[in-house]
């Protein structure tokens, strides 16, 4: 009999994890004005609702922590960064930030100005938000078969090429950066192919542009070019991560996701004079340029988590837990975006919660009712994130309208995945009988799904 296949990690220490009842569930999520941001983590039973700074961290990472150097200017753990960030991704400058939005912060203070035009593959909330602030405009260039969630494309994260050159023509000098996400996580944690990275790097040279990478997923991307694009089979993830960024000027990293930390972020970059620049605002917003928001022992915890996040036998069992729920899934015929993507299932709501109209916010709604059957918390990706349009301040609603279920690194063993999946095929069972979305009462003027408030429509 062939061995089955298993994480490569045992457990060393743990933490408990309380079932509730539906009664009291009804109470809390009304408490939380149905935004699952507002729940305690204690009324949470099975919690995915990011795998953003909520992973575990190795006992390499924790006894790195010991020797973390406190100095406020030129601290040894900075230096080991340093290291790790140049020999790992090829970036001779780089600058400490507390988180990936600090860095776009710092970086976008540098680079974008009012008027300008970013365009780039479907970018984050934080990256979009912290462009239309500075009054510039976010151009997603996502190529069109990441819009239908049941078409298997290997590299749904991509760039349309000819809509980037389409892009770079029309709006030429209000272009300062193209910016590409890897792994394009509002597709639904969907790779950038190396073919497709190195298509966007002769376009910018051909139209004098720089290239940022938003790099936060950079080594599952790694991983997927590894499986899937010919020619990579046999090339370690540091190698693929290696070329990967040969294709990038300059990244912005939230290292609470494929570092494996609770916190941190950085920028790179080649050009000295960018290093300079972004130094002045780093060190109004983030710190010195040495510790930038972020201390001694995270940084050496960064460090270390960055050489364990590029290995494949980690990377492998994190990849094919995901795959795991999405198999799940695909026995009970819920539809969700395929394939499955490197940290989280996108579940398609508008095709659950068919009879909730996109006013009512069919993924807000889908992502209370999966609370309400089993505690579990999944995050609304669709017409609540994508906020109003800054100019005319109707509603957008994005193409796609999803529940993301985005699991943590390390936590969870594939028995969570079996509760989770069998709470959503009892949604999915009673779909016909869910009638009523949700309304606003309240929204914030910018990224209003972090606080919004709502009830019953
Ligand atoms: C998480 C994330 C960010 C923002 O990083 P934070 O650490 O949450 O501030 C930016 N871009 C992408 C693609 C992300 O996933």
Known sequence: MEIPFSESYKAKMVEPIRRS???????????????????????????????????????????????????????????????????????????????????????????????????????????????????????????????????????????????LENALKQYSDRIPFIIITITNNTAGGQPVSLQNLREVRQLANKYGKMVVFDSARFAENAYFIKMREKGYADKSIKAIVKEMFANADAMTMSAKKDAIVNMGGFIAMRSKELFQQASVYNIMFEGFVTYGGMSGRDMNALAAGLDEGTEFDYLDTRIKQVAYLGNRLDEFGIPYQKPSGGHAIFVDATKVLHRIPREEFTAQTLGVELYLEAGIRGVEIGAMMADRDPITRENRYPKLEMVRLAIPRRVYSNNHMDVVAVALKNVWDRRDTITRGLKITYEAPIMRHFTVEMERA
């Open 21 to 163: 009842t539906r009664e009291e569930r009804e109470a809390w999520i009304k408490e939380a004005k149905y935004n699952l941001f507002n729940l305690r983590s204690e009324q949470v039973f099975i919690d995915l609702l990011t795998d953003s700074g909520t992973g575990a961290m190795s006992d390499r990472q924790w006894s790195a922590m010991m020797l973390g150097d406190e100095s406020y200017a030129g601290a040894s753990s900075y230096f080991k960064l340093k290291e790790t960030i140049y020999s790992l991704l090829g970036f001779e400058h780089f600058l400490p930030t507390h988180q990936g939005r600090a860095a776009e912060n710092v970086l976008f203070s540098t680079l974008v100005k009012e008027g300008n035009v970013v365009p780039g593959n479907s970018h984050f909330d934080t990256t979009k938000g912290h462009i239309e602030f500075r009054k510039a405009t976010a151009l997603d260039c996502t190529i069109d078969e990441a819009f239908d969630t049941q078409h298997e494309h290997p590299f749904k994260g991509n760039v349309d090429p000819i809509k």
